[in-house]
């Protein structure tokens, strides 16, 4: 394999549990598939969520489908904004997070914990992982191929037969290195 891996900017978004969709949303809703994304499965949807922090709120994306926890995803940038804390975390690990309110057109929902910052990581096929000689949770640097080139570090490989083979990085990191379009890196050792 090349190393050339397609780089996406992964906008604030919010993963909703069923049970909180159903507060939010109303009792058995489903939510509905505006658009499906590059990771196997995974689609943004037309419903929307207000997160609301100390200092503000945000209008936020929902993702499906439904998680095993609610997890809002945001920029440092994002964080600041609207005055709520949001560790540096990779996806799922939510124990400890920052807290919200969510408000739908339903409900609203007090989340203890869930919102970050999402660690920058690479979803990443078994067979890609090998032809680079990388593995899964290991901590590589990426150089993007970019007006403004920049390396990140402490980029973490996830490794997964229900992945695609793509960085995600978040709009802050994007901004930052000029990435607008279809941009590639390649894992600098």
């Known amino acids: 394999m090349e190393n050339k891996i397609l780089v996406e900017t992964s906008a604030r978004h919010i993963h909703l549990t069923e049970e909180h969709i159903g507060i939010l949303f109303g009792e058995g809703h489903k939510l509905t598939v505006k658009k499906m994304l590059s990771q196997p499965g995974q689609f943004a949807c037309e ?3 207000t997160v609301k922090g100390a200092k503000g709120e945000l209008k936020m ?10 997890q809002v995803e945001v920029s440092l940038t994002d964080a600041r904004s609207i005055g709520v804390t ?8 939510v124990a400890g997070s920052g807290a ?11 989340l203890a914990e869930g919102v970050i910052a999402a660690m920058r990581h ?3 096929t078994p067979e890609d992982a090998a032809a680079l ?3 899964d949770k290991e901590i590589v640097s990426v150089k993007l191929d970019t ?19 793509a960085m995600h ?4 990191e994007a901004n930052a290195a000029a990435a607008s379009g279809v941009v590639y890196g390649s894992i600098v050792k």
């Open 86 to 93: 949001a560790p540096i975390r990779e996806s799922g690990d």
């Open 133 to 135: 000689g990388v593995a």
């Open 100 to 110: 919200c309110t969510l408000v739908g057109p339903c409900g609203t929902v007090e």
């Open 47 to 49: 419903e929307k969520v």
């Open 169 to 172: 990085i978040d709009t802050d």
């Open 147 to 165: 007006p403004r080139s920049l390396v990140f570090g402490d980029v973490v490989v996830r490794v997964s037969e229900s992945y695609a083979t």
């Open 61 to 70: 994306s929902v993702l499906g489908p439904a998680r095993k926890a609610s």
């Open 122 to 124: 690479i979803h990443m």
